[in-house]
């Protein structure tokens, strides 16, 4: 038997995985022409939807950049007390099931809440999720790079007179710039899409994920495609304009 090329086993799996599902939207959202299509994202529920969906991304993705970068200087340069629990605990989003990170929020910020705290079923709480969902990208696109930074030039910069604030802003953080791009990139792709943790808290908060959950379960097949191609196209889009954004900056 022939040696399949590894190439050819690559481009199999990742036609059945990824350019198949992805492709089936497609037809299905424009089967009956472009004039449904247009029709279902025309809607006060759809537009809505996406306007709520696009803000509390931004917002959760800028938050997560700025707590990101910093949680990832604190685990490279820094040692403290507690410091692997902590650098394992960056990865629990990762782990953790979706659902249960929504039932542990409801516990946080329910009815019930123990801090009294109550912003279940409020866009306040949709922002915590996100936030919790997408903390982990930020920090492990940055941290290898933070452990590949040569110190000698931020001891000469040091030796030179410049603050500690100077080093960072004018060394490390240019360093860091295309890791952090890429990171809020995928935190924001994550964030569009986020379904499992909202699906207890949101209540009636319209976003997009939880739009298109609602149309599959209304037999409405054709707005949810449509709805999901929208988001697919966004998330590609945000991704390659970063990484292209990131290259240069890296040059």
Known sequence: MARVPLRVVALVYLLLLLVLPVGLVVWRTFEHGAGPFFAALSTPDAIHAFAVTGSVAVWSVLAN???????????????????????????????LPTVVAALTLLALYGPDSPFGIHLAYTRAVVLV?????????????????????????????????????????????????????????????????????????????????????????SDAPHAAASLSLVLIVLSLIVLVLIRRLGGRVAH
């Open 65 to 95: 950049t700025i707590f990101g970068v910093g949680m990832a200087v604190l685990l490279v340069r820094h040692r403290f007390p507690g410091k692997r629990i902590i650098n394992a605990l960056i990865d629990l989003p990762f782990a």
């Open 129 to 217: 999720a996100l936030l919790f969902v997408t903390l982990p990208f930020v920090v492990r696109s940055v941290q290898p790079v933070l452990l590949e930074i040569d110190k000698e030039v931020e001891e000469a910069a040091a030796s030179l007179g410049a603050s500690n604030a100077v080093i960072f802003k004018r060394v490390v953080l240019p360093a860091l710039r295309p890791a952090i791009l890429s990171g809020a990139a995928l935190a924001f792709a994550r964030a569009v899409g986020e379904v499992g943790s909202l699906l207890i808290i949101a209540g009636k908060v319209q976003i997009a994920s939880l739009v298109i959950l609602n149309d599959i379960e």
